[in-house]
């Protein structure tokens, strides 16, 4: 594509922008934002039973278990135990078994998978989950203000810093043409359409290489494409018909590269934000874009954002899903619910000014 032609796109978007400020039809949520910003809370100095569910193929794998047991030993608690994930599970059995020996506190040590495994196993009771971020997005790590490059404050924190609640959500995916069903939780951002082609077609060795910019080769690559019909309805609403591209369900909206790309997301507000993209053409693309990296506040007919706690998406054919970052398998059907403040993380210590 020449030069003059991507600068015709560019202006004719901001042409676009300026003129389409104009209000959309909209669903209508029935609740109002309440942010709960839940304060963390120090935990007792006691012993502790430590488990740690590690994926052994990770980068530093070997090198976290080190550091958490000479952790263990240096603050005189017993011996932690571990358990691997494997390609068949991701951690939930590990999960259930670290609940079964009575574990006070679980450390995940891989990506966000594993991550997502064993906090659904989690939510809903009061062991503390604590992150080792070891994979490529670390989505959960990045939105509760994680360092994702010092392993040993990563440690540090997850053995002895302080406790917050945050929301969880879960996602049931039913597919009417091969009669197949499921139901999985998700801690950041989950999605219906284009979102979930680029993330099964992302090329794992350049993913590799490179990490979560291979994300964006494969995101030109799936621009161009038509918009599917399907009815959205939120919070037992009435149904309604849209066009889209993708839908995405966030719990949080800080994703890799710095980009916070759903800014009024809280992760302790009860609410799920639900963003519906249905642009047409690369302009539309661009504008969007664009809105996202510098926060614009204004309004874009093809980009919507409603709040709802319950959202059921019906679609004719059916579409590619994903769960923070992993797919999911194709759905005709999709039910996604927010459980409030059903997890117990463990969060670096607050500063306290002098």
Known sequence: ??????????AGGVVFIVSSWWGVRRLQARHARSAVQDEPHGIAPDQQRVAVILNPIKNRADEAKALIQRACLAAGWEEPRFYETTAEDPGYSQAREALEQGADVVLVGGGDGTVRAVAEVLAGT???????PLGTGNLLARNVGADL?????????????QQRFIDTARMRIENSQTGGSSEHAFLVIAGIGMDAEVLSDTNAQLKKAVGWLAYTEAGVRHLPGRRKRVSITLDDGPEQVRKIRSVLFANCGLVPGGIDFIPQAMIDDGMLDVVVMSPRTLAGWLVMYFKIVFKHAGALPFMTVYRSGKIVIKCAEPMPTQLDGDPAGEATKVTVRIHPLSLLIRVKPTVVAP
């Not at 594509?1 to 560019?10: E, G, P, Q, T, V």
């Not at 990563?154 to 810093?161: C, D, R, S, V």
């Open 1 to 10: 594509m020449s030069d003059w032609i991507i600068l015709l796109l560019i």
């Open 149 to 161: 490059t010092d392993l040993y404050v990563n440690i540090q924190t997850a053995l002895h810093g």
């Open 126 to 132: 009061q062991v503390a989950m604590g992150l080792i």
